[in-house]
């Protein structure tokens, strides 16, 4: 019985991956990957390949970035048979996803908590740091609870499925929700005031 499969992502940001899989222990794995081919062994039910330090045992590698890229293993044991050939259609993703919309305003506002929405490449996971804080996993909107009087700030960037990271999109804005100082009102302008009105009566 002859087993083997590959366990490695299927979308990765690295040019020359290690391919890696599971198989019968002892089996010879052949592995061919963008026009070239590679042979390993199984060890503790597992094998790899790391594309990047292993020389072919022939042809030449040239995976092609940003597209999908055929690549097949097969697996022969002690006794000269071969197994079916299992496949997988590797991306390599090198684009970074796009900088994520964040408001540009208001930039003075007097609400001290907001729901701030933003908005990422699609299928990307979020990363939000309010107020220069550690960055997590967020999704829009995004909640501030209750901020004091100030200057704030929300960033935001994404991170797709192949790892890229995208640059960092910064939202600032301050918060003043004092009321201004009731107007200051003079007896003696309110006393001219009168005596003026007197005078044209």
Request: charged content about 10%; overall charge neutral; aromatic content about 4%.
């Amino acid at each position: 019985y002859k087993r083997q499969t590959i366990t490695s992502a299927a979308i990765t940001n690295v040019t020359k991956p290690t391919i890696s899989g599971a198989g019968n222990n002892g089996d010879t794995i052949t592995l061919s990957a963008g026009g070239a081919t590679y042979t390993t062994t199984v060890a503790n039910g597992a094998w790899s390949v790391n594309l990047n330090t292993t020389a072919p045992t022939s042809g030449t590698l040239a995976l092609v970035n940003n597209s999908p890229n055929a690549i097949s293993v097969t697996a022969t044991d002690t006794y000269g048979g071969v197994s079916a050939s299992v496949s997988q259609s590797l991306t390599i993703d090198t684009i970074a996803p796009a900088t994520p919309s964040v408001p540009s305003s208001p930039t003075l506002t007097k609400l001290t908590s907001r729901q701030i929405v933003f908005s990422a490449e699609a299928g990307a996971t979020a990363k939000c740091s309010l107020d220069n804080a550690a960055f997590a996993t967020c999704t829009s909107p995004v909640d501030t609870g209750v901020l004091a009087d100030g200057s704030h700030n929300l960033r935001v960037y994404a991170v797709d499925s192949a790892n890229n990271t995208s640059p960092t999109g910064t939202y600032t804005w301050t918060i003043d929700s004092t009321p201004p100082a009731a107007p200051a009102i003079s007896t003696n302008a309110v006393y001219q005031a009168t005596k003026l009105s007197l005078i044209h009566i």
